[in-house]
């Protein structure tokens, strides 16, 4: 399957400026299988070096990081020449070997030309005990497949050129078609092996179970997290965060019976583990928008919509939502949709605004940075008479040019003021505008 990230691989590799790569990113979202596709871009071969698979090869990496010699060794190993001219050097599951990690400096710095890249799971909580090699190498973070990537997929090419592009006036027919899309994308959800087992005609009862597998591997490895967070109220924080789309997180909400300091290890863990994404409130009066965040006043994302929807038990009323989907595009999932496509599109991190004043429970639910200006986004059913938060933002700060509402509604403009509406499927377009 086609994954965006195949275009910031060539670029990393056609740069002079080219430096060891590491892919970040929770499991089962393609790492690896993309940068094997990726591989095939090259002459030569590719080294795979899986540090899960062959945990002895870590002692390759034990007498000392000197670039040179750890390349003759993994020679030997392979039992192949790595030509650095057109040869692909593949660390996976790199999180298993720190000082794997910390030998990308001495590759940049004393074997440049080489072409390396490093992919692992759990990467944050193995950075957190070693020195990152800061300069020396480049990051790229690896999300669950968006809904442009998920619609070639299932081979719906005109309808991912019609999301990519301005938004413009569709027929009402087209536009609900594209509506069922992003309904049958809510539910699949973005990993890999859901979308792949869809799109080869599986039944969706069949995708469900996928998700519960891939939920089940989380749990497994929790054991694996590191400093030791408990496990039981890591299932109950798990849980609950899906839950909580949309709402300011209060650990003591997330689980009961633990302490407020355990429930937020676990909560911490789970971010680091890429499997929940913090949304901080923050002040749109400038940028840069992480300058004015709140560390304590926050929401969250899940890792991705489709598992989202089965904690939430969504999945056993799939048919009865389907009769009725314009429900299901005024709640959670269309804001977990919203961030998750907004995440995609290129945003490092999300933001919401929350009016700093006790007696107000005014929110908007994202605040974008494009092109060097803030944009408040709502998600909601598209009536104005339902926006009187963002218009206290408007009011509250005059500098905002304009704000966008998206919903399942059709596109249109409320000319005696900033406000735009915008069909929730242009999410990714409107926050990835150069």
């Known amino acids: ?23 970040r990113g929770a499991r089962q979202v393609g790492k690896t299988y993309s940068i094997l596709e990726f591989g095939k871009q090259y002459k030569g071969k590719v080294h795979q070096v899986n540090f899960e698979k062959n945990p002895k090869w870590k002692g390759i990496f034990e007498q000392d990081l000197d670039a040179g010699r ?26 298993n070997c720190p000082n794997a990690i910390m030998s990308l400096r001495y590759f940049y710095e004393q074997l440049s030309e080489i072409h390396v890249i490093a992919a692992g799971s759990l990467l944050e909580f193995t950075l957190n005990n070693i020195p990152f090699p800061v300069g020396r190498v480049q990051t790229q973070e690896m999300l669950p ?21 301005q938004p413009k006036q569709l027929s009402a027919i087209i536009h609900q078609t594209i509506l069922e899309d992003v309904f049958t994308y809510f539910f699949v959800g973005g990993m890999p092996e859901a979308v792949k087992h869809f799109s080869n005609g599986g039944r969706i009862s069949e995708v469900f179970e996928i998700h519960s597998d891939l939920l089940y591997t989380y749990a497994q490895d929790f054991s694996k997290y590191s400093p030791a967070v408990n496990t039981e109220c890591l299932n109950t924080v798990l849980s609950s ?34 499997l929940l994404r913090k949304i901080k409130a923050t002040s ?109 933002l408007l009011n509250q700060f005059a500098d905002i040019k304009n704000a966008y509402v998206l919903s399942h509604g059709e596109l249109g403009k409320l000319k005696t003021q900033k406000l735009e509406f915008i069909p929730i499927y242009y999410a990714s377009f409107l926050a990835s505008q150069q």
Do not use: C
């Open 70 to 95: 750890i390349i003759g060794e993994l020679e030997v190993l392979l039992n192949s020449k790595i030509n650095s001219e057109h040869d692909l050097l593949f660390f996976d599951e790199i999180q």
């Open 241 to 274: 965060a899906a839950k909580s789309t949309g709402k300011q997180i209060k650990y003591s909400q997330l689980a009961s019976g633990f302490t407020n300091p355990t429930i937020k290890s676990a909560f911490n863990a789970l971010t680091n583990a890429r």
């Open 284 to 392: 749109p009066s400038g940028l840069p928008l992480e300058a004015g965040a709140n560390e304590k006043k926050f929401k969250s994302v899940f890792l991705d919509i489709g598992l989202m929807a089965h904690l939430n038990g969504l999945s056993n009323s799939f048919l009865e939502i389907k009769h009725n989907i314009n429900t299901v595009f005024q709640g959670a999932m269309a804001e977990q949709f919203v961030g998750q496509e907004f995440l995609a599109a290129g945003q490092k991190n999300l933001y919401y605004w929350a009016r700093q004043s006790k007696s107000s429970s005014a929110e908007v639910d994202y605040l974008l940075a494009v092109n060097n200006e803030i944009i408040p986004v709502e998600v909601k059913s598209g009536s104005s008479g339902s926006l009187k938060s963002l218009h206290l």
């Open 145 to 165: 497949m968006s809904f442009s990537e998920f619609l070639r997929a299932n081979g719906k090419e005109q309808v991912n050129e019609i999301i990519n592009s």
């Open 1 to 23: 399957m086609e994954r965006d990230i195949q275009d910031k691989l060539i670029q990393w590799k056609n740069s002079d400026h080219r430096k060891p790569l590491i892919i």
